[in-house]
């Protein structure tokens, strides 16, 4: 989770729900082990979550959690890989050189699939004439000869008479 989001009276380390030997870390954590080893940003690789998009950046940016498999076990998950290049900066005068990490999304070829079915499928609709509904009067309904109801033939009307008479002869 991202640290904007997380619940900040959440501190420490604790038990999985997952159980076992994995633990959960909040911000505090992270925070605390970059300021202590000199760093900015901690990368690690995780079983992603159903439909993510591969990457997720977490503990107010100091934490990204990357997984390359996409569609992994027909999750239908984006993968993502990382690149990573150096920038040259200036600092109060002075040239420094910084790492700027750029996560790349590797689509998920059935989300992809699916998104396509999804758009053939609202452009066919939209392609099919839209036929109009007859407009309902105060007359009654009557079952024709197929035994279909029809609209507007109630007993005394014109349609219902030549009706009858058609279906005499």
Partial sequence: EDGKDADPMVFGVHESPRGGVAAQFAWNITKTFCARNGLSLI???HQSKRGSRGFDVMHEN???RVFSARDYEGHGNDGAILQ???EK???S???KTLLVVRPQVVRSTQKARDEDAKRQLE???EMEPVKPQPKKSGGGRKKGRK???KADQGP???SSKESSSSAAS
């Fill in 89 to 91: 900066i200036e600092v």
């Fill in 147 to 149: 035994g279909t109801l």
């Fill in 62 to 64: 100091s934490l990204v």
């Fill in 156 to 158: 005394g009307s014109q």
């Fill in 43 to 45: 990368v690690r690789s």
């Fill in 93 to 95: 005068g002075e040239e």
């Fill in 123 to 125: 452009a066919a609709l």
């Fill in 84 to 86: 990573v290049t150096e």
